[in-house]
């Protein structure tokens, strides 16, 4: 098998925008309320400059930050832009209403499932390796549950929509396409290193994890499940960027196709609109990596 030499770029859904990341900067393009669309540059410091970034296991602790530090700043932004203006969140209230949200996703997607398990556990006078197992199930259940009642939100289904076409983008990047929207948008919604398939790997490998520690007291067994998100992250990490680096292997096909089929319930067919807003932040961010 021979790895793909492609730059790894990536991105995310923006309220009414979207948002790409190199390996210097990220960029996020947002369509305004009169039409035009406006850029967001961001240098990517502090964690992202760090050697140890770069080491095999622990560099997915930056793709974690991306999902729950730089990709909530830049949605706050995109909400800003539309909100009118008494409704902006700044300083101290974006500051706790992103620490708020981190907190809900850590309770809702980690100490929630181990939570109920424990109570599975003990009305059924189940193992420990029968309960870690029924956690992993619930975990699966709440976070495939959860993208799928909120899509059904019109403004959430617009978002999905923007999802696609950062995709449609970066997969005709890859193919050597003319980046213009009506070329685009005739590429796949579905991409190898989607956040989502990050998700989903995550969560197959806090079931193989967490089933390996047995038992445990229960408040001990719900903080595991936090601390050792850094852990899942990184192993989700290196396999997806392995799975995406090999992905015409007819066996890697294979693995990744429950992640690809999950990413339907994340995408929707973007008009050349959404697509236009894609490129730009795309066009934008290559710029500014080339040229530092």
Known sequence: MKPSRMPTYGGQALIEGVMMRGSRYAVAAMRAPDDQIVLETEELKGIYR????????????????????????????SANLQAPEEEKMEGGSMALTVALSLLIAAGLFFAAPAFLAHLVERALN????????????????????????????????RVFAYHGAEHKTI??????????????IRYSLE?????????????????????LLGPMDPIVRILSRVVALPLLAGLAYEYIRFTANYIDNP??????????????????????????????????????????
């Open 126 to 157: 189940a193992s420990a390796l029968v309960g870690n197992l029924i956690e992993g199930l619930i975990r699966l259940i709440i976070i495939v549950g959860y993208i799928w009642g909120v899509g059904r939100i019109p403004e959430i289904g």
């Open 191 to 211: 991409h190898p290193r989607c956040g989502t398939a990050f998700l989903l790997t995550l969560v197959i490998f806090s079931i193989i994890i967490f089933t």
């Open 171 to 184: 997969n005709a990047f890859e193919d050597g396409a003319e980046l213009k929207p009506s070329v685009v």
């Open 251 to 292: 066996v890697i096909k294979i693995l990744v196709k429950p992640n690809l089929a999950l990413q339907r319930l994340t995408t929707r067919e973007p008009d050349e609109k959404m697509v236009e807003v894609a490129i730009c932040a795309f066009q934008a961010m290559r710029e500014k990596e080339t040229a530092s």
């Open 50 to 77: 760090q050697g140890w970034t770069k080491l095999p296991f622990l560099r997915g602790i930056v793709s974690l930050w991306d999902a729950l530090g730089l990709g909530m700043g830049f949605l706050t932004k």
